[in-house]
């Protein structure tokens, strides 16, 4: 966790000022309890995930190829932190997705550089990341999205693999989503 003197002190305050407010005015414990829960509904809400493939394609995409001439990325989520707020993926400000955790997306493209971008739904840009990466004929790489979480917001991280068998591994059992319509 990337806690910086600042968000300590932060927190520390929070704490502090919570326990007091809540002994001494329970009720106003309550009335801004209201808030917060409205808060992530709000977020699961705006959540507005792309359609899963079918099954047929899911199986294929799971396989770590690219197709001829191409060369493929693929983006995948899995665990708990974040899971259920949509992340946002663009690959060369083109192709476009959002999915929550236990998905993945996959994008065939030509050889050469690449940028993917993503950032969490309700986070701000600050949050997010810009993946530089360079790919040639028919090579596959998996970005694994983690969030590495603070003490006040979260930042993602994508950790690279290129090895076929350890790609298969990691996407067994998440489900393929579509790209959104452009």
């Given amino acids: 966790m990337n806690m910086t003197p600042r968000n300590v002190i932060l927190l520390v305050l929070a704490v502090v000022v919570g326990m007091v407010a809540g002994l001494a005015f329970p009720l106003l414990g309550l009335v ?15 959540n507005k995930g792309a359609t899963e493939a079918d099954p047929a394609a899911a199986e294929a995409a ?18 708990f932190m974040g899971g259920q707020q949509g ?3 663009v690959i060369d400000g083109g192709l476009k997705s959002q999915f929550r ?12 550089s690449h940028t993917v971008y993503a950032r969490m739904n309700a986070q701000t840009e600050g949050t997010a990341v810009n993946h530089g990466l360079t790919l040639a004929e028919g090579e596959c790489v998996l970005l694994d999205a983690k969030l590495e979480v603070g003490a006040l917001q979260g930042k993602l991280v994508f950790l690279e693999t290129r090895d076929p068998g350890e790609a298969r591994g ?9 790209w959104q319509a452009q």
């Fill in 87 to 89: 992340m946002n993926v």
């Fill in 170 to 178: 990691k996407l067994a059992g998440l489900k393929l989503v579509d």
């Fill in 32 to 46: 801004l309890l209201l808030p917060l829960m409205g808060y992530v509904i709000y977020i699961l809400a705006a």
């Fill in 62 to 79: 799971r396989q770590f190829t690219a197709g001829p001439g191409k060369a493929a990325i693929y983006v995948m989520r899995k665990g």
């Fill in 101 to 112: 955790t236990g998905r993945f997306v996959k994008a065939e493209v030509d050889p050469g």
